[in-house]
C-alpha cells in the first residue's frame, strides 16, 4: 500500500470511528480527501477502508458509510461536500509525505 494510502487511513481513525455516522466536518474531511487522492492517481477502496477499519475495530456503520464513499470517488461518482474546505493545505502535505 502506498505510503499515502496508509497516512489517509490514520487520518480516518483519528475521527470518531466509534458511531455509526462520521460527524458531518469528518465526513467533508472524508470525501475532500478521498476526491484528492484520486486526483493524485491514488484512489483509497472501499476494501481497503473495511479490512483496515475492521482490523482497528470501527463501527460497522461508519465502515460502511467512509467504504461507500471511497467506492464513489474511486469510480469517478459525484458526493456532496456540505462544508468544503476541510482539507486544509497542511492535510495535503502530509498525506503527500
Known amino acids: 500500500m502506498p505510503t499515502i494510502k496508509a497516512r489517509a487511513l490514520k487520518e480516518l481513525d ?7 455516522a462520521p460527524h458531518a466536518q469528518d465526513e467533508s474531511t ?3 480527501m478521498f476526491k484528492y487522492l484520486k ?10 477502508i473495511i479490512e483496515y477499519g475492521k482490523a482497528k475495530g470501527w463501527n460497522g456503520g461508519f ?3 467512509m467504504a461507500g464513499w471511497a467506492d464513489k470517488v474511486a469510480s469517478g461518482g459525484r458526493v456532496v461536500v456540505k462544508h468544503p474546505g476541510q482539507l486544509t493545505d497542511e492535510l495535503k502535505k502530509y498525506l503527500k509525505g
Open 14 to 20: 483519528g475521527m470518531n470511528t466509534s458511531t455509526s
Open 30 to 32: 472524508a470525501k475532500e
Open 39 to 48: 486526483d493524485l492517481g491514488h484512489p483509497l477502496t472501499g476494501s481497503e
Open 63 to 65: 465502515i460502511k458509510k
